[in-house]
């Protein structure tokens, strides 16, 4: 399934189960997210409940991101990426990869 229908499916589902039961939920699937990253310090639980959990969270947060906004919350994520790459760049000139910025320069049209 490509990123265009999985839009479409998490669409559906908002529109299905409306905002009032969606946001909720949400919370709850980021809480059980917690939950098995929290347990994976100590080892007690398994990869796959983990990509589970991962997997309802993006369902969520797919819908969260559609709800507020998704052109907007596009924007932050490559800013919030940018700003990061920058950080380290600054921070890390020694391992800096500068194909990485150009990447970043490349597909980003707007500063800090
Ligand atoms: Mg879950």
Do not use: W
Request: hydrophobic content about 35%; overall charge neutral.
């Amino acid at each position: 399934m490509d990123l265009k229908q999985v839009l479409k499916n998490t669409r559906f589902l908002l529109r299905y189960h409306g905002a009032y039961n969606q946001v909720p939920k949400a919370v709850e699937e980021m809480c059980e997210l917690i939950t098995e990253l929290s347990k994976n310090y100590g080892h007690s639980t398994s990869k796959e409940k983990i990509q589970d959990e991962i997997a309802d969270v993006i369902i969520m947060m797919l819908q969260m991101a559609q709800l507020f906004g998704f052109d907007e919350v596009r924007k932050r994520i490559e800013y919030k990426l940018h700003r990061q790459n920058k950080r380290i760049s600054l921070a890390r000139k020694d391992f800096y990869d500068t194909k990485v910025a150009e990447a970043f320069e490349d597909n980003i049209h707007y500063g800090e």
